[in-house]
């Protein structure tokens, strides 16, 4: 059985206890997607053709999924998001310049560029990260789970979906590299 597919049994308390109960039972209940036909079909959309082979299947369901699913025993995209974010800025270099010149870089100057102090929510804020995220349908394919089922505004969906476009991003930039990885923002992100 592939890891994302289950809850490890250890991970699992006993049935019936929790710290938390819940109120309202109907809060209880949120479907995700457990297709790997559906995600498959986002990552095409997403990443192009054959953008479902660019990433191994188990890094595909990490990336789409938030720490709020299954209380974070099956893993979930919180080191990724906060890889790929660090591509937003590189990204947005090349759209400064519709030219696409290469600068001139001096080996003493190399790594000012680390020292940015600009962070991905200049470029783009939350409510516009989550519309690219409604856009490509990445709603329908992430797991998580809302704190309030029926106002999921408030839930904090605007910030999950960021999170998970940055997840992607930067799982595209352990597979294939920051030049992939900057491509890929600057193209379906930034766009």
Known sequence: RPRWSYT???LKGRHG???NPIRDPRRAIWHVNNDPAKLDDFYERFLGR???KMLPEELRWLAI???S???GRRGFNTRLAFFGKAYLPFARKYLDDPWRRDHFESPALRNVDKLSVNRPTDFMSVDELARVGIKTQLD???RWKP???ENLKSSGIDVVLATTLFAIVGAVSLQHGGDVASR???????A
């Open 140 to 142: 329908k394919v992430m």
């Open 69 to 71: 699913f299954d209380y």
């Open 8 to 10: 490890p049994e250890r």
């Open 50 to 52: 054959n953008g479902s």
């Open 147 to 149: 704190r309030i089922p």
């Open 65 to 67: 999924t938030h720490k």
């Open 184 to 190: 890929i923002a600057r193209e379906k992100i930034l």
């Open 17 to 19: 206890f929790s710290l």
